[in-house]
Nanobody, 119 residues
Framework: QVQLLESGPGLVKPSQTLSLTCTVS??????????WSWIRQPPGKGLEWIAD???????GYSPSLKSRTTIFRDTSKNHVTLQLSSVTPEDTAIYYC???????????WGQGTQVTVSS
């Protein structure tokens, strides 16, 4: 069974770059028709899709965050990394990693990692 595990710093200062890693087990991130997304949920708000990377390494970004976001992968470690630059307190959220398989969106999720942006 596929498992996703997010890891990150927990606390980041404003203007810094946030880096989060999603480590995938029970399957390869290069398996055909697999997409790996980062999604966040700020306190008291709904889910917001940030970016994804597919089995070929092609990437997609939310237009509202694209200028500050980079997603990439390390196939040797089977993980996907999200970097978000110039963070502000509005980037405080629980960040999730999720898989999409073909036409089935977000069928597997990690447990999420809390990120707080504060000086």
């Amino acid at each position: 069974q596929v498992q996703l595990l997010e890891s990150g710093p927990g606390l980041v200062k404003p203007s810094q770059t946030l880096s989060l890693t999603c480590t995938v087990s029970g399957g390869s991130i290069t398996t055909n028709s697999h997409y790996w997304s980062w999604i966040r949920q700020p306190p008291g708000k709904g889910l917001e899709w940030i970016a994804d990377i597919d089995w070929r390494g092609s990437t997609g970004y939310s237009p509202s965050l694209k200028s500050r976001t980079t997603i990439f992968r390390d196939t040797s470690k089977n993980h996907v990394t999200l970097q978000l630059s110039s963070v502000t307190p509005e980037d405080t959220a629980i960040y999730y990693c999720a898989r999409t398989l073909g036409e089935i969106p977000f069928d597997y999720w990690g447990q999420g990692t809390q990120v707080t942006v504060s000086s």
